[in-house]
């Protein structure tokens, strides 16, 4: 497996090209890059930037492993408003369209919510209404990212949907693409479930995976800590994705940043990865 990170693991004032510097001095295999809204890397960019931020890695000797995105907590697939769906229908088409500028094969993307705790007054959304838009919208969505010859992976996060490996393994056999699959995120099962177990159910399913560490006994989002400080059983995690032959990247999201020297976190984490992965010398 390749060691990636992803750039919110990065000080917020650091570029994109000091963040993939910093990844290759760190030792990374790769790094995840994040489209925002506008600034650098968003839905302003152009082609040519996109192009300018693959030739800035290709020359700096660090792939570009995925496209993240976190504007889906503000536009979500999942809302009762129509023209809040068709637009984060749109960040999703633009993300797959600078990821296959960047010749990434797998974009992020949150599937959507049914409520979200962490956000004051985040909408609420019927739990069968939300599932119904969200098929439509990934069904519809195969087809770009086919075209694209980009997948989508879908990540399980705190959105009180998807709630269990189960569903999340048959909501991706109904949308029957083998362009959409599982962006899974080890961390962030933890509170209610074992990570092994969504990687077993989930198989080839998963497109990606993103590592973090959690810490049950401090509940919310206290508990995320850095890895190999919380519960994550990290030893029986590697059994299960080399049982299912995944190879591909295990990419370290890390949150929350240190409050000081917060480019430590990326030598930290770069080390721990080294530990799981069984690259320790």
């Known amino acids: 497996m390749k060691k990636g990170i992803n750039?919110?693991?990065?000080?917020?004032?650091?570029?994109?090209?000091?963040?993939?510097?910093?990844?290759?001095?760190?030792?990374?295999?790769?790094?995840?890059?994040?489209?925002?809204?506008?600034?650098?890397?968003?839905?302003?960019?152009?082609?040519?930037?996109?192009?300018?931020?693959?030739?800035?890695?290709?020359?700096?000797?660090?792939?570009?492993?995925?496209?993240?995105s976190g504007l889906y907590w503000d536009y979500s697939l999942t809302s009762g408003q129509p023209q809040t769906r068709e637009k984060a229908k749109s960040i999703v088409k633009k993300q797959l369209e600078f990821a296959s500028i960047l010749g990434v094969n797998t974009i992020l993307v949150v599937p959507g919510a049914v409520g979200v705790d962490f956000i004051p007054g985040a909408e609420v959304v019927p739990y069968d209404q939300a599932y119904d838009y969200a098929l439509e919208a990934f069904q519809e969505l195969a087809a770009e990212a086919e075209a694209r010859n980009v997948s989508i992976g879908i990540e399980n996060v705190w959105n009180k949907f998807l709630l269990s490996p189960l569903e999340m393994r048959d909501f991706i056999d109904k949308i029957n693409s083998p362009f959409v699959g599982a962006y899974f995120d080890v961390g962030n099962v933890l509170y209610a479930g074992y990570p092994e177990h969504w990687i077993?159910?989930?198989?080839?399913?998963?497109?990606?995976?993103?590592?973090?560490?959690?810490?049950?006994?401090?509940?919310?989002?206290?508990?995320?800590?850095?890895?190999?400080?919380?519960?994550?059983?990290?030893?029986?995690?590697?059994?299960?994705?080399?049982?299912?032959?995944?190879?591909?990247?295990?990419?370290?999201?890390?949150?929350?940043?240190y409050t000081h020297h917060g480019e430590q976190i990326i030598f930290n984490t770069s080390g721990a990865m080294d530990a799981i992965l069984g690259r320790k010398k």
Do not use: C
């Open 7 to 68: 750039m919110w693991s990065f000080p917020s004032s650091l570029t994109v090209k000091q963040a993939i510097t910093l990844a290759k001095e760190a030792g990374f295999d790769g790094i995840e890059l994040a489209l925002s809204e506008t600034g650098e890397l968003s839905l302003e960019s152009s082609a040519e930037e996109i192009q300018g931020y693959l030739a800035f890695a290709q020359e700096t000797g660090i792939e570009i492993s995925s496209l993240a």
């Open 200 to 257: 077993a159910i989930l198989n080839k399913r998963i497109k990606k995976v993103h590592f973090k560490d959690y810490r049950r006994a401090a509940g919310g989002l206290h508990g995320f800590v850095d890895l190999l400080a919380g519960d994550v059983n990290y030893p029986e995690v590697v059994k299960a994705l080399e049982a299912i032959g995944y190879n591909d990247y295990v990419i370290a999201e890390m949150i929350p940043s």
